[in-house]
């Protein structure tokens, strides 16, 4: 049986101290072959705060880390059948606050197309963050500075690689379409 990548439900912001010590517990167990990846899946994105760019990693899915692992065979068992596949099961289960999603067991594999498209993300953000932008489309903002300062709007357009909001104005009664860069205007 190969590796398959499971999603486990740890306690919220103990995501990498519960991740380090799982990695921890499959090196001294001598597990890696059989779990050669434990993830905590977090990107790097750039924040503006009181006009200072900062780089931060902020975690993609807070209270979940995915793992790498083959489980072995279950047989229709309640644990593995092998003595080598019970300890890969008591090595994830013996660090405290680690669940598996879901209520099968053995605990079903997430499908490839689910987990890339994560692992693209980390990647991507590794070499160059991303902005973070906490305006949505939709959302009511007021323009804080430059040209439209004080003039309240809509987003019409979250230009997130960018960092731009595209902002319906009313100007001398006409709705116009603004650029606006998106640490320049303060939600309503």
Do not use: C
């Not at 680690?98 to 053995?106: E, N, Q, S």
């Not at 953000?125 to 009511?140: L, V």
């Amino acid at each position: 049986m190969s590796a398959s990548w499971y999603i486990l439900r740890v306690p919220v912001n103990r995501e990498d101290s519960t991740g380090e010590k799982l990695t921890l517990r499959v090196k001294a167990d001598g597990l890696e072959h059989r779990i050669p990846r434990v993830v905590v899946p977090a990107e790097r994105v750039t924040e503006i705060k009181s006009g200072k760019k900062k780089v931060v990693r902020r975690k993609i899915y807070p209270g979940y880390i995915l793992v790498n692992a083959d489980l072995g065979d279950w047989g229709g068992e309640v644990l593995p059948v092998q003595e080598e596949d019970q300890n890969v099961w008591f090595a994830l289960k013996s660090v405290r606050g680690i669940r598996f999603m879901g209520v099968d067991m053995p605990p079903a594999p997430m499908e490839p197309g689910e987990v890339e498209p994560i692992l693209e993300r980390m990647e991507e953000t590794e070499d160059s963050p991303r902005m973070a932008i906490r305006i949505k489309r939709g959302d009511m903002v007021q323009i804080k500075e430059g040209p439209f300062e004080g003039f309240d709007g809509s987003v019409e357009e979250v230009l997130d690689d960018k960092g731009l909001l595209r902002i319906a104005v009313t100007i001398f009664g006409r709705a116009t379409t603004v650029e606006i860069e998106h640490w320049l205007v303060d939600p309503i």
